[in-house]
């Protein structure tokens, strides 16, 4: 009986450590090289013109830049023989939580000024860029079970909406959209970051998700867009700089020249972002 | 530590496990540890505490019940009660047959069986979600039929909370039960049924009263675990104040936008499980021992 109770302790202990760590990896983050420490030295001869690149970084960026992003990490990767970009996207708010708490963040990519500027002010970065500038959409499943054909619908009881957490640039964006509607949403749930709302629409659970245009388009055939029209659209601008802690400032500063380059904001504008 | 857990032994009745640290302390003085396993042991503790400590020293206690009555909190702390409080009963109403059909039946595939009911206890919590949100989300094979045939969609409903929570915590109460059901003296329920009972009498009248301080313990800790669930509930149950976010939940968003209230919530189910630890050591186990 004592081995009994022992043993229950023990496994309650795991179990609930266990869940602590689930917890802790289920946001989306999957940051793994840290800044290489070799950034300064012994690059061979570089493509890049102006200087010699080398080492990895670790983007943190918005949800909403997934899709983009990657395409545009590919591309640089391939400008830079030899350097490698590894990204972490999540709710542009959670991200700037980890990076204040010291992630390994190298470059970051907000979905909303407000997120970079808490950045900006516990002195992680200075000086941030707008680079695109994102709107709202609503998106249902393809078979728009609730029969939803615009924004007023989406007041209805009978209809259930997936939308962002608030603090979450693209909830705060989809509350401004009520707003200039004058209409009052009752989700049936507030998701972490945007892709996750998109998830919800995907798998048929809610009935619609407001989320941003790209990611509608990024959906593909998996989810309807519906269209928000332009009196009562809202927008949010998405600000990008380097972290000033990165251990490979050179290949962070140029990340976000690329970014802001003509090559990257094809990528972007490819993608649905429209110009800041 | 486990003398400490399950209380004093008893100088009439020592332990195997007594008399074999009595033996290999050998000439040394009874208080001495080896410095090579003094030392790690310190930097355990350490590790086990000092986070703790540091939740306590960060904690804002000059506005801790402004940070706790804000509406997010008062209805995370309702709902994770309630929530906790139900999961535990559905355990204990199917968790306790359960237990009691792998202890003292047999039959072929019961191994696996075994198995397949106590995997949620190390299974991460989130694929717990995952696999629940198939099941039972609107599109998924058992979910299809209940919305379509009923109009009862779970997902994002606090049933999806107590779903989520049954489902990672009725282990911790089926194999807390089994053990005590495997130890327990059968002489009694022989005994029972010999002079007449129903197995279901027996099984009332005999079983659980000689199992009663395993239940307790096991009802203790299946609530602890129900009351801290966060990766199956965030995936099943998405996030909706007073809904379906729960404590943990409310901890793990709070940390974003007011990490006052993040500790504040924290300090709150730490005390939580100080009081469940302390309620197991003085309650459920010294009674079990006996």
């Known amino acids: 009986m004592r081995r009994i109770a022992v043993t229950v302790i023990a496994a309650a202990m795991a179990g609930i450590t266990a869940s602590a760590l689930a917890g802790c990896s289920s946001s989306s983050s999957s940051t793994a090289s840290s800044p290489a420490s070799s950034a300064s030295s012994s690059a061979p001869a570089s493509a890049s013109a102006s200087a010699s690149l080398s080492g990895s970084i670790t983007v943190f960026a918005a949800a909403s830049l997934k899709e983009a992003f990657t395409t545009i990490g590919k591309q640089f990767e391939a400008a830079n023989p030899g350097v490698k970009v590894t990204f972490s996207f999540g709710a542009s708010s959670a991200l700037a939580t980890q990076i204040i708490s010291g992630a390994p963040a190298d470059v970051f990519a907000s979905a909303s000024p407000k997120n970079m500027k808490q950045v900006v002010t516990a002195g992680d970065a200075s000086s941030p860029v707008n680079f695109v500038k994102n709107v709202m959409e609503i998106a249902v499943p393809p078979s728009n079970p609730a029969h939803v054909a615009s924004v007023a619908d989406l007041a209805k009881s009978s209809v259930k909406v997936a939308l962002c957490q608030p603090q979450v640039p693209c909830g705060a964006t989809a509350l401004k959209v009520f707003k200039n509607a004058k209409i009052i949403v009752k989700p049936v749930t507030l998701q972490p970051d945007v892709k996750s709302v998109l998830t919800q629409v995907e798998l048929g659970n809610v009935d619609a998700g407001v989320v941003y245009v790209t990611d509608v388009h990024a959906a593909g055939a998996k989810v309807l867009g519906v269209p928000i029209p332009a009196s009562v659209e809202a927008s949010t601008e998405y600000p990008i700089a380097p972290i000033s802690k990165s251990g490979n400032s050179a290949l962070a500063q140029a990340f976000v020249a690329y970014v802001l380059s003509p090559a990257g904001q094809s990528v972007l504008t490819a993608d649905k972002f429209e110009k800041p | ?290």
């Open chain 2, 1 to 290: 530590m486990q003398v400490d857990i399950i209380g004093e032994p008893r100088p009439s009745r020592l332990s195997s496990r007594d008399r074999a640290r009595r033996a290999a302390r050998g000439g040394g003085s009874p208080r001495s540890v080896p410095a090579p396993l003094l030392v790690p042991a310190i930097i355990a503790v350490a590790f086990l505490v000092l986070p703790l400590a540091g939740l306590v020293v960060r904690a804002p206690w000059g506005r801790l019940g402004s940070a706790l009555s804000g509406s997010d909190a008062a209805q995370a702390l309702v709902l994770s009660l309630w929530t906790a409080t139900v999961a535990t009963g559905v355990c204990v109403v199917i968790g306790v047959p359960l237990a009691w059909v792998l202890a003292r039946t047999t039959f072929p595939g019961q191994r696996l069986l075994r198995a397949l009911v106590t995997l949620p206890l190390v299974l991460p919590p989130v694929v717990g979600g995952v696999a629940l949100l198939l099941a039972f989300g609107r599109t998924g094979f058992i979910g299809r039929y209940l919305d379509s045939w009923f109009g009862l969609t779970i997902p994002f409903s606090p049933l999806a909370v107590v779903m989520a929570e049954t489902f990672v915590a009725m282990p911790f109460l089926i194999i807390t039960v089994e053990g005590a059901l495997r130890s327990a003296d059968q002489g009694f329920e022989e005994a029972a049924a010999t002079l007449g009972a129903s197995r279901m009498t027996v099984f009332r009248r005999i079983t659980v009263p000689l199992i009663a301080p395993s239940l307790g313990a096991g009802a203790v800790l299946c609530w602890a675990r129900a009351l801290g669930e966060f990766g199956a509930t965030i995936t099943f149950a998405g996030s909706f104040p007073g809904r379906t976010e729960t404590m943990p939940i409310a901890v793990y968003y709070a940390l974003e936008n007011d990490p006052d209230a993040a500790i504040a919530l924290s300090l709150v189910l730490l005390l939580v499980s100080v009081v469940v630890l302390a309620s197991l050591r003085d309650r459920w186990l010294r009674g079990a021992v006996q």
